[in-house]
C-alpha cells in the first residue's frame, strides 16, 4: 500500500497524453475526436492527424492571436487522462479475446503498476483537474475578453518599469464586468483591431506624394461618411503607405462553394491570386460539400488554401443564409486564432483590379451596386416589423451588400453570431427576411456602424448595370450566370 | 469491506458522470455566455438624419481624407448630432493637459471658461493644470461632471526647457495617474481660447492638428528640423502636414507612446547638444512620420487669429490670443 502511494506521489505531472499501446492508440484518437465538445476549446494539442486543419509552415499563433492557455491545456488533458483511466478499467472494455489477451495486459498494466489503493486519490485529483480545466474554458468563452486580454500584454511590453497597466478600457467606470463594458465601448472605433495593424504601427521611410489640403481628390463622389468612415474610392488613399501600415496582417478570405457553385471556384482563385492583397499573408477558407471537386489553384508565397467541409441545403436561401451560422462558428474554433482580419464574399465573382490593404478595418461593408443612388426609402430592406431585420422607412444610411462584408476576427464574429441567432429567431417565428442574410447585415451595420465603406468598384455586376463615370476601377465584378441551372 | 474493484468501480461510474455532467454545464454555458456576451441589435441610435447622399457635391473644399485613410475633421464633414448620440452611451471621460508655467499662468481663467463654453459639451471632463505656481490659478466655474487637478512642476530657467519638459511631464503624467482617470487625453496650449464647439468629432486613436501657418505650402518650405545630427531630422521629400505642437491627443494609451518617444527623441538630441528648430514641435512631426496620426483636424481647430480667415475655414473653434510673446518668454 505504500509503496503504491509513494508512487502516485512520484508520478509524473501532466502532460499531454502519450498512447501506451495500439489499443490505446485507438482510444487516443477517440478522445482527439471527443475533446471537440466544448466549441471554444478547439486545441491544437493532440495534433490533429490527417484532418487538413494543421499548418504547413507551422505558424503558431505569431501575434496577437488567441492561444490556450496553460490552465485550459492541463485541464483538458487531464480529463481526456481520466477518460482513458475510464476506458482501462476491466468493466469498459469488451471481453478479451484469447488473441487480443496479450495486447490487454499491456493495457491493464498501468493500473495494475500504481496500486488499487492509489486510485481513488488519483480519480480524485482527476476530478479536481477536469473542473479546473472546465473553468477556465467557461471564462475563456467570453467573446472579446480574450482580445483585449492580447491587446494590454501587448501594450505592457512598450511600458516595461513604467505603468503596471494601460488598460485600453476604461475599467476605473463602475463594476461593469469587463466584457460587458468592452461590448458597449467596442461600438466602432478601432479597439478590436489587432494591436500591430492598427492605423498607428510605424511606416518605414518611404516617398510619396504630398497630399494637399486645399485639393481634394475626389470632389465628384462623397469619400467620408458622418461618423467618420472613409468610403474607398479610386484617388482617395496611397496604397503604398496603407500596405506598409498592414504589412504584419494575415487576412482570412472566406468564400463558399456550394453544390453546383464550385465551378466559379477556379476564376475566383485565380483572380484572387493576382489581384487580392498582394504582398500579404493570405488564407482562403473554401467551405464547401464537395471537397473533391476544390481545383488546384498554384498559390504565391505567404498564400495558402484551406478546404472545409461543410453541409449543403436544398433551398439556395438557406444555403446563403447559413453561410453566417459558419462563418460565427469557424471565427471561434478557427479564426480568432490563425488570421487578423476576414473577408467574407460570394464566389461566384472574379478580381478585376487591386483589393488591397485599403479595406482593412475593424468592420466594413460594400456599397451595393444597384442602389448607391437610391434614396433610404427604396432601398430593400426588410420592412415587415414582425421580422428581426425590420428597418423603418425613415431610417438607413446605404444599402449593403451581402456578398462582400468583412473586419477584424472579432468584430465578423460578432456580426455573424448577431445575424444568425436574429434569422434563427425570424425561422422560429416563421418568417424569412426579403432578402435573407442581406436584410439581416442591412440591419446590423445600420446600428453598428462600420469603420469603412468600400465604394460599387468593390462589388460591380456589368451585365445588370451601366458603368458611370464617377466608377474609374472595376476590382470585384458578377461572374454571369444561369440562376435557374446553378440553383437547382 | 467492499471488494476493491468494486470500489474502483463506483468511482470511475462517479468520475464518469461528473465529466459528462461538467461537459453538459459547459456547453449549456457556452451558449448562454455567447448570448449575454453579444449583444446583437442595440439600437444605439435611433436618430433621425438625413440620408448622406454619395454622388452629391461636398459640403468642403477641403481634403477629408488623408492617404491613409485618416479622417480630416472641418464643418461640414460631420454630423454632431449623430456623433452625440453615438458617444455619449460611452460614458467616457476625456482628459485635457494645459502648461501655464512663470507668466503663462494669466491665460488660465479664459482658457477655462471658454473651455467650459465649448470643449466637450455633455462629456466628462478633467483638466490638467501644471504649474510652478499653484497659488496662481484661479478658480473657475466647472459644470456637473466637470474636474480640475492643479499639478505642480519644476520651473526651468529658459523657456524652450519648459517647452521640452511637456513631453516628458505629460507620459510620466498618464503614467502615474491619467491612465486611471480618463479615456482619451488633449495636451494643448495654454494662450489660446476656444471660440466654438469642440466635440467628440475629434475623438480618436492618435489625433493631430494641422499648423494654420503651412497648411498651404509645399512640404519643401514646412519648418522642420533639417540638420542630420537631430533626431528630429526630416529630409525634403518627406512629409505629409505640418502638425502644430499646441494641439495633440487621443487614447491615453497611444498618446503616452508617441509623447514617450518624443522625450526618448529629445533627451538624444540633448545628449547630443543639439536642439531642435521648434523644439518638441519639431520632435511631434518626426514622429507623427513615422507613426500617422488616425485623425487629422484641420486648421479650424488650431488657428491663428492675425491671419485673415480663409473661406474655406468654415468655423474657427480654437485659436490664439493676441499676446507679446517675447515679454512672456522674459
Known sequence: MQAGLARVQGDPPAGPLLPQSEAGTAGHRQLVEKSRFCLGTDLRWPPPAGSGSSHPDGTDGLGPRQEPDLATQVGLALSLRSERCLQLL???????????????????????????????????????????????????????????????????????????????????????????????????????????TCRVPEVPRMVYPKAQLLKPGRTDVLVMTPWFAPVIWEGVFDSAILDAQFRNATIGLTVFAIKKYVVFLELFLRTAEKHF???HRVTYYVFTDRPSDVPRVPLGEGRRLVV????????????????????????????????????????????????????????????????????????????????????????????YAGGFFGGSVAEVLRLASACQQAMAADRADGIEAVWHDESHLNRYLLYRKPAKVLSPEYLWDEHMLRRPPFLRKLRFVAVPKDHAAIRH | MLCPAMRCHRLALGLGFCLLSGTALCLLCNMELRYKGEKPFQPVTQSLYPQPKLLEQRPTELLTLTPWLAPIVSEGTFSPELLQRIYEPLNLTIGLTVFAVGKYTRFVEHFLESAERFFMRGHRVHYYVFTNEPAAIPR?????????????????????????????TISRHIAERAHREVDYIFCLDVDMVFRNPWGPETLGDLVA?????????????FPYERRHTSTAFVADDEGDFYYGGAVFGGRVAKVYEFTRGCHMAILADKANGIMAAWQEESHLNRRFISYKPSKVLSPEYLWDDRKPQPPSLKLIRFSTLDKDTSWLRS
Open chain 1, 277 to 279: 492583397m498582394l504582398g
Open chain 2, 209 to 221: 492638428a494641422i499648423h494654420p501657418g503651412y497648411y498651404a505650402v509645399p512640404r519643401q518650405q
Open chain 2, 140 to 168: 473657475v466655474p466647472l459644470g456637473p461632471g466637470r474636474r480640475l487637478s492643479v499639478l505642480l512642476i519644476q520651473r526651468h530657467s529658459r523657456w524652450e526647457e519648459i517647452s521640452t519638459r511637456r513631453m516628458e
Open chain 1, 308 to 399: 472545409l467541409e461543410v453541409r449543403s441545403y436544398s433551398r439556395w436561401q438557406d444555403v446563403s443564409m447559413r453561410r453566417m451560422e459558419v462563418i460565427s462558428a469557424f471565427s471561434r474554433r478557427r479564426f480568432l486564432r490563425e488570421v487578423d482580419y476576414l473577408v467574407c464574399v460570394d464566389v461566384d465573382m472574379a478580381f478585376r483590379d487591386r483589393v488591397g490593404a485599403e479595406i482593412l478595418a475593424p468592420l466594413f461593408g460594400t456599397l451595393h451596386p444597384g442602389f448607391y443612388a437610391a434614396a433610404r426609402s427604396a432601398f430593400t430592406y426588410e420592412r415587415r416589423p414582425r421580422s428581426r431585420a425590420h428597418i423603418p422607412a425613415d431610417e438607413g444610411d446605404f444599402y
Open chain 1, 90 to 196: 476491466p468493466g469498459h472494455l469488451p471481453p478479451p479475446t484469447p488473441l487480443a489477451r496479450g495486447r490487454l495486459r499491456g493495457v491493464m498494466g498501468p493500473r495494475s503498476l500504481w496500486g488499487r489503493s492509489a486510485s481513488p486519490r488519483l480519480c480524485g485529483l482527476l476530478l479536481v483537474a477536469a473542473c479546473l480545466g472546465f473553468y477556465s474554458n467557461v471564462f475563456s468563452l467570453i467573446p472579446g475578453r480574450r482580445q483585449i486580454g492580447e491587446s494590454q500584454s501587448t501594450e505592457g511590453g512598450h511600458l516595461q518599469g513604467q505603468a503596471e497597466v494601460l488598460p485600453l478600457s476604461p475599467d476605473s467606470h463602475g463594476g461593469a464586468p469587463q466584457g460587458v463594458l468592452e461590448e458597449t465601448t467596442t461600438q466602432w472605433s478601432e479597439r478590436d483591431c489587432p494591436p500591430d
